[in-house]
């Protein structure tokens, strides 16, 4: 075994989160970040963000831009990294390296190459005789017994003979870069990272990285590797689940309506569809509808035509996916916190202060993590019924700005503020009032067949004629309100000496909505407005009565 061991924490604590900007965070990066930045701010440390874009084939200012994006709207601040200072509403460069913050700049390991940083250290191991060139490529030799401590998984020994050398720079055809394992250790030595906490896929590459720090004289820090997470089925939640369920779901369809119908509703959903532009790659696809069909490739442009022209919403897997789905960023952070660490008791709800607070690796299991939905479906609910009523508007109206603007066309402002307060005991998340409420958009709609039978059809039609009436009355009414629509329904029980108001506001509800669920009939009858109230009774009698 070598000799040296990992060091024992210092002070003062530095960690970091290092993405490969190849596309966007995925839910298991965002709480790697989480943790580091947690462990960071308890110790009054320092926390980094670094830009690993050694793969020029893959790497886009795109992605960089989106990690950077998704990790402000979480509320993850850093200390060293691209800047300004992150939540700056000015509009900046993350590459401008005049403005990264931090006294270790660059920050992007494509800069850090440029300077000549890496090359210098090959050159170090190349001379001592620990490193050769194979070709053009330079290997380092992993001749020696490497042992090291990981503060979640424990004691690692691994003998010579398991181990083989690894390359650590391209050849000419990859531009003569560094390979992650040689940039990310030089890295983390040179900007003083005490601990380097990351994904447990990583746990088989620390060999290299310990051995890369002897070689070079680098102190190790400690490295700390997290569980994975897992979706309910045990399969790991990774980001081909959007792609499978995208598949999943075309290849339904096909087998229902035939190719012909598939490659047709691709069409609809995309105006080029000879040159489609991949929103996952950034660069224009060269994959046709059927290799995305046979599983040839994950197209995150297939992904979004299929799920846009099908009318389906993939799996949460990456953080702009929960942005867009509606869920809150703090409860979203509080959510991962629980995956794969506890702050030793039953508390489950709690704010980042109180994680900052209670962080410890010490509590971070082997375990794998699963990842459930209705956990964090059931957090987020819980919050936004606790809201107030106008913070609850403003963030909705806010998403609806952003993802849904047809509902503020149509119900204008100051409709919206009733929609909102509709919808808020109901809502999972911000997007649930989008679904809830859909017909108040979207005027063609089927209808329950449960809910027309039991509010429309049965005792020979009863519901239908109550309807015919009805409407009657509400073609008259010329103060068109909510007060006044709820007055003008207990009138019309009264009048005709119905039951309850559900005789009237049932029926109404599968007229106006295609089902017996809606807000109360009044405010969805203002909002609505009189004359599609009216249309849409009349389609409702024709369309339902025999």
């Known amino acids: 075994m070598t000799?040296?061991?990992?060091?024992?924490?210092?002070?003062?604590i530095v960690t970091r989160?290092?993405?490969?900007?190849?596309?966007?965070?995925?839910?298991?990066?965002?709480?790697?970040?989480l943790f580091a930045w947690a462990f960071a701010r308890k110790h009054g440390g320092q926390l980094i963000l670094r830009i690993e874009d050694t793969d020029r084939a893959r790497s886009t200012p795109q992605s960089t831009q989106g990690i950077i994006r998704d990790l402000q709207w979480l509320?993850?601040?850093?200390?060293?990294?691209?800047?300004?200072?992150?939540?700056?509403c000015e509009k900046w460069d993350p590459y401008d390296r005049d403005s990264q913050l931090g006294p270790h700049a660059p920050y992007f390991q494509s800069q850090r190459h440029e300077a000549g940083i890496y090359d210098k250290l090959i050159q170090k191991l190349l001379d001592s005789g620990q490193a050769y060139e194979d070709e053009d490529t330079v290997r380092f030799r992993m001749d020696k017994d490497i042992a090291f401590n990981d503060v979640v998984f424990g004691p690692i020994n691994i003998k010579a003979a398991d181990l083989e050398d690894f390359i650590i720079r391209k050849g000419e055809k990859g531009g003569r870069l560094p390979t992650f394992h040689f940039a990310v250790t030089v890295d983390d030595a040179t900007m003083g990272v005490t601990h380097v906490i990351r994904g447990q896929e990583h746990l088989a590459n620390t060999p290299k990285h310990a051995a890369l720090c002897d070689a070079l004289g680098f102190d190790r820090p400690q490295w700390v590797h997290l569980p994975s997470i897992m979706n309910a089925d045990g399969s790991k939640m990774s980001k081909r689940d959007k792609a499978k369920a995208a598949r999943k779901a075309a290849k339904t369809y096909t087998d229902e309506h035939g190719e012909n119908a598939y490659n047709e509703m691709l069409l609809q959903s995309h105006p080029e569809p000879m040159r489609f532009f991949d929103t996952g790659e950034n660069r224009p696809s060269t994959f046709t509808s059927t290799d995305f069909l046979e599983g040839r490739t994950d197209s995150a442009m297939y992904v979004s035509l299929i799920c846009n022209g099908l009318g389906i919403t993939p799996p949460e897997i990456e953080v702009d996916d929960f942005n867009r789905s509606g869920y809150l960023p703090h409860i979203l952070l509080n959510y991962i916190a629980l995956l794969g660490w506890n702050?030793?008791?039953?508390?489950?709800?709690?704010?980042?202060?109180?994680?900052?607070?209670?962080?410890?690796?010490?509590?971070?299991?082997?375990?794998?993590?699963?990842?459930?939905?209705?956990?964090?479906?059931?957090f987020n609910a819980e919050a936004l019924a606790e809201m107030p009523a106008e913070d609850f508007y403003c963030i909705l109206i806010d998403h609806f700005a952003n993802y849904h603007h047809e509902y503020l066309d149509k119900l204008n402002y100051a409709g919206f503020r009733t929609f909102a307060a509709a919808y808020q005991a109901r809502s999972q998340t911000l997007d649930s009032p989008a679904?809830?409420?859909?017909?108040?958009?979207?005027?063609?709609?089927e209808y329950n067949a449960?809910?027309?039978k039991k509010n429309l059809t049965k005792n020979d039609g009863e519901g239908l004629n109550v309807l015919r009436e009805f409407r009657d009355e509400l073609a008259s009414?010329?103060?068109?309100t909510a007060d006044t629509l709820h007055s003008l329904i207990e009138?019309?029980?009264?009048?005709?000496?119905?039951?309850?108001?559900?005789s009237v506001a049932q029926p109404l509800r599968v007229a106006l909505t295609g089902s017996a669920v809606s807000p109360e009939i009044g405010p969805t009858m203002a909002l609505l407005g009189k004359e599609a109230v009216l249309n849409r009774i009349d389609r409702c009698i024709k369309t339902v009565s025999p």
């Not at 509320?75 to 700056?88: E, N, Y």
Request: glycine share 12%; aromatic share 12%.
């Open 477 to 480: 009414c010329n103060d068109w």
């Open 450 to 452: 449960k809910a027309v």
């Open 435 to 445: 679904q809830l409420g859909r017909f108040f958009v979207y005027g063609e709609f």
């Open 491 to 502: 009138s019309f029980v009264e009048k005709h000496q119905l039951k309850n108001m559900g």
């Open 17 to 33: 989160f290092a993405p490969s900007p190849t596309g966007n965070l995925h839910i298991g990066g965002a709480r790697t970040a």
């Open 343 to 378: 702050p030793g008791d039953d508390t489950e709800r709690f704010d980042m202060q109180f994680l900052i607070e209670h962080f410890d690796l010490a509590r971070i299991g082997k375990k794998n993590s699963q990842f459930d939905r209705a956990k964090l479906a059931k």
């Open 75 to 88: 509320g993850l601040d850093w200390d060293q990294g691209p800047g300004p200072a992150p939540g700056s």
């Open 3 to 12: 000799a040296q061991t990992d060091k024992p924490p210092v002070s003062p």
